[in-house]
């Protein structure tokens, strides 16, 4: 049988660092405020210099070199993000030029969620022989859309890229994804300009509780989705790789599945809210650290903006 497997993985973070105690100095904010709330400690914010495709090109890289291929194995390239370099070309195309590769090359836009539907996209293509090598990429410069006089928005979001390279194999890969979204819920998060009206905010705007409430019960039901159409039990998960939003959904989504935060990646308190970076960014973290190994089951989770939800179990 054939599956789609991730045989590779990498990330990139910009170094310039954004503090809790930085905000301090420009927001009526303290550290303890944040981190109780969201559980953010820092953020990476990309230079001014630096594009989304920068981001995700040097996380291509280290994906390429640690699934052991050169760059010219990749026959196509799926970018997931929210904050593209341009309206067009896509930025996929942006790092398939840095990377002087010739093959397909598309966005995708689910704001948060969108890694998961990149890897879903994938998981079609591999299945259908449609290609071999993919490279699935999780980008964003949240900065770019983030109103830093805006206290509830301002402490929560990051830069950063992760990406993985899908192939196919004859063991156990990906085993299911699930992709959802439901578009009446879009101005409870959303950036609300539109292009014949200047005057509109093109900051992101969120209306946190509800998003909150919103979010833990969509994951509650995509967790029972994911276990139920796989035939698993909770035990059954070694790991969960969620998206990074608030600390808070995080430990929701642990006691769902009656497992210690022990079990879950963590890197919100590092990274923050990176949208469609922050499944790859922790699975990247998870498997460099030495904590994720070859066989276990890893579920990833995202909930985002349109609002869109979804999952994707694998055996790493």
Not at 77 to 98: E, G, H, N, R, W
Not at 203 to 225: C, H, P, R, S, W
Not at 252 to 277: F, P, W, Y
Request: proline residues 3%; charged residues 25%; negative net charge.
């Amino acid at each position: 049988m054939n599956y789609a497997k991730i045989i590779g993985c990498g990330s990139y973070l910009p170094k310039k660092i954004l503090t809790n105690k930085d905000l301090e100095t420009s927001l009526e904010t303290t550290d303890e405020w944040i981190t109780s709330r969201t559980g953010i400690k820092e953020r990476h914010i990309a230079g001014l210099d630096e594009t989304t495709s920068d981001l995700a090109y040097q996380a291509s890289l280290k994906a390429i070199e640690h699934a052991m291929l050169d760059a010219k194995d990749i026959d196509l390239i799926i970018l997931a993000t929210t904050t593209p370099d341009k309206i067009f070309p896509s930025t996929a195309c942006s790092v398939q030029a840095k990377l002087g590769i010739i093959c397909p090359a598309f966005d995708i836009q689910a704001v948060c969620t969108g890694f998961i539907y990149a890897l879903s996209i994938a998981e079609k293509f591999i299945k259908t022989n449609a290609a071999k090598k993919i490279l699935v990429i999780g980008a964003d410069r949240m900065s770019s859309i983030t109103d830093y006089g805006d206290r509830t928005n301002a402490i929560l979001w990051g830069d950063g890229a992760g990406a993985v390279i899908v192939g196919p194999s004859n063991k156990p890969g990906i085993l299911s994804t699930h992709i959802h979204a439901d578009g009446k819920y879009e101005e409870l998060l959303h950036v609300p300009r539109k292009a014949e009206n200047k005057k509109i905010s093109d900051t992101i705007e969120m209306q946190g509780n509800q998003v909150f409430k919103f979010a833990v019960n969509t994951l509650d039901k995509i967790v029972d989705e994911t276990l139920t159409d796989n035939n698993l039990t909770k035990s059954d998960i070694d790991w969960v790789v969620p998206h990074q939003a608030n600390i808070r959904i995080l430990e929701a989504t642990a006691k769902k599945l009656e497992m210690s935060m022990s079990k879950v990646i963590v890197t919100i308190d590092k990274h923050g809210n990176t949208s469609a970076a922050s499944i790859p960014l922790a699975l990247d973290e998870g498997v460099k650290s030495g904590k994720i190994k070859e066989n276990q089951t890893i579920l990833m989770e995202a909930f985002g903006g349109g609002f869109t939800w979804g999952s994707a179990l694998i055996k790493y």
